[in-house]
């Protein structure tokens, strides 16, 4: 089988024609600040991914899903960055919606329909701090949260239609307990700041600016308790969280050192050794990621032992991407290096995926722990 054919046929069965668009434009255009791809994926359907079709989505598993991030990684690595925010934050709400049984099916049919786009504000980007540590802060008044602070970078900056963002809401009282919370903000109220922020060419399409909120009025129904600050509950739900982004980021990395991998294929650069070598790490790290999402599929509750597995496959895809991409570029050879800025792009693109959280070296004393028998839990 061709390289990369089921991960292509996926996509277009469940995007038709998205490939095609995107493939008409060259690499540097779709990695560019305007970017046409983010509205591209939306016009083709593409934020319904993970809706299920109960609710007018598309409905795709998790095996497909990864399989779509691979694919479009391959072709617009800026994309694949930018909607895996977005797909993480509606398989959430899903996973809210089969345990709450509350109104989140009305927002997720609204995804499908109207087509909206997700931005995640819960991850900061602050080097060293953890991801319930969010800069965000919220105080109750009137029946409202009034929510100030900012996440540097947020991707879909530009055009996120409702903001997930993690809170720390202010008890008010001096001897309270502030209250760590989810909050669900409509990019269109008053108080909210788009400002540049990502200075690199490398993966600029994804629109990563900051995000700024002052004293942005959001309705309590739509802030989701979840513990107090200082030891915020690690639930079922945040999990489930945690466990759709590592294995989304990771397959689209995947594909972005795909396409350089490809490139090398077609090149019949290096030898025979060499090109199965590059292929190897690849196809086995997905492998590895597609084994975890069947057990999603499967019925497998998105425990913190299913976390810890996914991020032990992340670790590890990034040191056979980093193998992969290095092989590729050294048997592709000097001249394809110079003749064409898309090697040396997709070479350093590929080596982001050790920037998103939680970054190994905080994620590892809780890993060799758990292996050892304790409970997991990222911090």
């Known amino acids: 089988m061709e390289f990369m054919t089921e991960e292509r046929h996926t996509l277009r069965a469940l995007l038709p024609g998205l490939d095609e668009e995107l493939a008409a434009f060259p690499l540097e255009v779709l990695e560019s600040r305007d970017s046409p791809a983010i509205e591209l994926f939306r ?35 800026s994309l694949g960055v930018a909607t895996t925010m977005h797909h993480f934050s509606v398989a959430t709400l899903v996973e809210s919606w089969r345990h709450e049984r509350r109104h989140e099916w009305m927002l997720l049919q609204a995804i499908a329909e109207r087509r909206l786009l997700l931005a995640s504000g819960f ?108 030891q915020p509950a690690f639930d079922s739900l ?57 057990q999603i599929d499967n019925g497998a509750v998105a425990q913190a032992d299913l976390l810890s597995k996914a991020l032990l496959c992340r670790y590890s895809t990034q040191d056979a991407i980093d193998r992969a991409t290095a092989l590729a570029v050294e048997h592709l050879g000097g001249m394809a290096f110079i003749g064409s800025s898309d090697i040396g792009y997709l070479s350093a693109a590929s080596r982001a995926l050790a920037f998103h959280p939680p970054a190994r070296a905080r994620a590892g004393a809780a890993l060799d722990a758990s292996l050892r028998g304790a409970p997991f839990a990222i911090t």
């Open 43 to 77: 016009a083709g359907g593409g934020p319904g991914l993970l809706v299920p079709q109960e609710h007018r989505g598309i409905g795709a598993s998790a095996c497909a899903a990864l399989q779509v991030q691979r694919a479009i990684g391959s072709i617009a690595p």
């Open 123 to 230: 991850a900061e980007g602050t080097h060293g701090q953890g991801v319930f540590r969010p800069t965000m802060r919220g105080r109750r008044s009137n029946g409202v949260v009034l929510i100030n602070g900012s996440k540097r970078p947020c991707s879909l900056a530009r055009s996120m239609d409702i903001l997930t963002a993690s809170v720390i809401i202010e008890s008010g009282q001096a001897d309270g307990t502030d209250e760590f919370a989810i909050a669900l903000v409509s990019a269109h109220l008053p108080g909210i700041e788009i400002a540049p922020f990502w200075a690199t060419p490398l993966l600029a399409g994804a629109q990563s600016d900051a995000v700024t909120l002052r004293d942005v009025a959001v309705e309590e129904e739509l802030v989701l308790e979840l513990g107090s600050a200082e």
């Open 238 to 294: 945040q999990a489930a969280g945690f466990l759709w982004f590592e294995l989304l980021i990771t397959a689209t990395y995947v594909g972005i050192a795909s396409a350089l991998v490809e490139r090398l294929l077609r090149s019949g650069g290096g030898d025979a050794s060499a090109r199965i070598g590059a292929v190897a790490e690849l196809e086995s790290s997905m492998a590895a990621l597609e084994g975890i999402a069947r």
